[in-house]
T-cell receptor
Framework: DAGITQSPRHKVTETGTPVTLRCHQT?????MYWYRQDPGHGLRLIHY???????DKGEVSDGYSVSRSKTEDFLLTLESATSSQTSVYFC????????????FGPGTRLLVL | SQQGEEDPQALSIQEGENATMNCSYK?????LQWYRQNSGRGLVHLIL?????REKHSGRLRVTLDTSKKSSSLLITASRAADTASYFC????????????FGAGTRLFVKA
């Protein structure tokens, strides 16, 4: 999986609790992305990063924040989890500019009760 | 929506047959990519075709792009049971910064 790991791989949490998902890469790629995948919607971009401390919003960013303090790590935080955030979350990386191939992590399955 | 849309949503074929999936989009693109996702796994990049290209091949995969119709097709020849997966097209376009939009995918089932 192109040197990308995600943790945890599975998580069950309760509504209102904060949750942090971690993406770690060993490829030294500049761009990192967080997507969510839901039935019938494909993948939707939550946030992305184009360098350390450089992040921007995607199409479904409400309720999520991100941080990137090191090239290799990109954190996604749900400040106060809601049931609508139950989903599978994928991290992806790309080496060059945003139009190039993306390499995906194995995903994190999150259930918010 | 500028999202790429795949057609059909699901496809079931016999091993050895060819599988064709289509992707349509609404705005001019920089490139179009196809990805495969096996159940419970992340997406894997298959092939990228740029807006000035019309056809590309990779092994048993053939991708065509018709920018006048804003559509692309992915052909898998001589399918195998191991090709069973979901296939997604991703359109990349520039709106003052590059953006990638994934479609909802085609679920392919290849019967042995």
């Amino acid at each position: 999986d192109a040197g990308i790991t995600q943790s945890p791989r599975h998580k069950v949490t309760e509504t209102g609790t904060p949750v942090t998902l971690r993406c770690h890469q060993t490829e030294n790629h500049r761009y990192m992305y967080w997507y969510r995948q839901d039935p019938g919607h494909g993948l939707r971009l939550i946030h992305y990063s184009y360098g350390v401390k450089d992040t921007d919003k995607g199409e479904v960013s409400d309720g999520y924040s991100v941080s990137r303090s090191k090239t290799e790590d990109f954190l996604l935080t749900l400040e106060s989890a809601t049931s609508s955030q139950t989903s599978v979350y994928f991290c992806a990386i790309s080496s060059g500019r945003r139009q190039e191939t993306q390499y995906f992590g194995p995903g994190t399955r999150l259930l918010v009760l | 929506s500028q999202q790429g849309e795949e057609d059909p949503q699901a496809l079931s074929i016999q091993e050895g047959e060819n599988a064709t999936m289509n992707c349509s989009y609404k705005t001019s693109i920089n490139n179009l990519q196809w990805y495969r996702q096996n159940s419970g796994r992340g997406l894997v990049h298959l092939i990228l075709i740029r807006s000035n290209e019309r056809e590309k091949h990779s092994g048993r995969l053939r991708v065509t792009l018709d920018t006048s119709k804003k559509s692309s097709s992915l052909l898998i020849t001589a399918s195998r049971a191991a090709d069973t997966a979901s296939y997604f097209c991703a359109t990349v376009f520039n709106t003052g910064g590059f953006k990638t939009i994934f479609g909802a995918g085609t679920r392919l089932f290849v019967k042995a």
